[in-house]
């Protein structure tokens, strides 16, 4: 083979590596910041500590839905004595009804971090149901 | 138990101790997430280079394709055009199958003795090589884009679209990727065929058994973050977009392992253009694959011939022609 077409190939190859640099020539993406809802701050703290809803808060979905959903069991005791009626969607204590808004707070680190959960498909945000 | 993969064992886990000591206990963060990273991808592009000119500036004096069908002949003999190809296009499509689809590995045989009185010796298909080849280079490929989601911002809608048909299970919480069961089933398959298959053992170096090591333990601590220990991906992403955008920065809480997971990939990087993973820059040009088979066709002529000095007859009979008329011999012109 000729020795052009291999360069040619080799750039090729070079650029597509380096494709995340220079689609961010220039951006700087910051994090997203979800915002607090006024209940969420009123209520002080949640489920977990802050560190670990951020890491572990799909698992921890996943074990209140297998709870409620496998065993009827909709009471989570957290660590600290507290006592919460596991729910995605319904009602004042659960995820959505006190970080109200998904769109400001669950749907802001998701569509960074490339996460399309389908919960939605079915669970609403107890606003939608208003509408 | 065998020193050739006892050591690459060892290696692997020295390095997985080292970047995951070397953050927990000694804070060097900037070191295994900043530093060692960017110098991987420089060592990656600058070997890969070097290597593929290497070979780009060799010399390939003959055309040497293998024939797997029947050449160009008579018009009325059938050629495969495909398996046996006298024109470019030919060749682009045995090179399409080659690269896509590792035609040439689809074809393995293995010999082996009958284990009777008769013991004779028979060839097999064997297709087992081919498809955990295939599981395992198609799921890594798709690992590696879904990565993209780490290096992009907003994340491409292909990337979205492959990471969705890669949970379509939707089996647990955080989703199952089919992928990155696929890939450690696959490269673990690979890794026993090499120990316990004895003609392939026998051939194996430690330089066969490192690699597979090397990605079993990247597929593992990824799968040990998303699945068990679990990390701040948001976190994670800060990082890494702060790597392609030259703003590094570092995290809080983030541990250890994904140092380690990161060091891991960075040294599988720079180990690819110093081994025998440049078989992904190779294959391109494996002479025996793309070259077309028209040598009966076509004179081709070695490059480098230079006009030879010759001593053509004329000119000896010019040189000797008395002697040779003394000597009773013919000769051509005779005066």
Not at chain 1, 67 to 95: E, I, P, Q, W
Not at chain 2, 39 to 53: P, W
Not at chain 2, 75 to 87: A, E, G, H, L, S
Request: hydrophobic share 45%.
């Amino acid at each position: 083979m000729s020795k052009n077409a291999i360069l040619t190939g080799l750039v090729i190859f070079i650029l597509a590596v380096l494709l995340p640099f220079w689609v961010n020539l220039g951006g700087t993406a910051a994090a997203p910041k979800p915002e607090i809802s006024a209940r969420a701050k009123a209520a002080g703290r949640c489920i977990l500590d802050k560190y670990d809803m951020r890491a572990d808060h799909m698992q921890l979905l996943g074990k209140w839905r297998n709870s409620v959903v496998r065993h009827s069991n909709r009471l989570y005791k957290t660590a600290d004595g507290k006592v919460f009626t596991m729910s995605l969607s319904t009602g004042k204590n659960s995820c959505l009804g006190c970080h109200e808004g998904k769109e400001k707070f669950c749907d802001k680190c998701h569509n960074y971090a490339n996460v399309a959960p389908y919960c939605w498909e079915c669970h609403t945000t107890p606003k939608e149901i208003n509408q | 138990m065998n020193q050739k993969y006892l050591v690459p064992l060892a290696g692997v886990f020295l390095l997985f101790l080292v970047a995951y000591t070397g953050v927990e206990g000694a804070g060097l963060q900037w070191l295994f997430g900043v530093v060692v990273p960017y110098a991987a991808l420089l060592a990656f592009l600058a070997g890969f280079f070097y290597r593929v000119m290497g070979w780009a500036s060799s010399a390939v004096p003959f055309r040497i394709p293998t024939t797997c069908g029947q050449a160009k002949s008579l018009p009325w003999i059938k050629q495969n055009w495909v398996d046996d190809p006298d024109t470019a296009g030919g060749v682009f499509v045995r090179m399409l199958t080659e690269i896509f689809l590792f035609r040439s590995l689809f074809r393995n045989t293995r010999a082996a003795f009958h284990r009777n009185e008769k013991n004779r010796l028979s060839y097999s298909w064997e297709i087992f090589l081919w498809v955990g080849a295939m599981a395992f280079h198609y799921s890594f490929l798709v690992v590696i884009l879904r990565h993209l989601r780490f290096f992009t911002s907003p994340v491409p809608g292909c990337v979205k679209f492959l990471t969705k048909m890669d949970g379509i299970l939707q089996i647990g919480l955080p989703e199952l990727r089919i992928s990155g069961v696929v890939l450690l089933l696959a490269v673990f398959f690979l890794l026993l065929r090499r120990i316990f298959d004895a003609k392939v053992s026998y051939i194996s170096q430690a330089a066969d058994y490192f690699p597979l090591f090397l990605i079993l333990a990247i597929a593992g601590t990824g799968i040990c973050m998303r699945y068990f220990t679990r990390v701040d991906i948001i976190g994670v992403k800060e990082l890494t977009m702060g790597l392609v955008t030259f703003h590094p920065v570092i995290p809080k809480g983030v541990g250890g392992l994904f140092y380690a997971h990161v060091f891991m990939v960075s040294i599988l990087f720079a180990y690819i253009p110093n081994s025998k993973l440049m078989h992904m820059g190779g294959i391109f040009l494996s002479p025996t694959r793309n070259m077309a088979n028209n040598n009966r066709a076509v004179r081709h002529i070695n490059p480098w011939n230079y006009p030879v000095k010759v001593h053509t007859y004329e000119e000896y009979e010019d040189d000797f022609r008395e002697k040779m008329i003394e000597a009773g011999l013919p000769v051509d012109k005779k005066e």
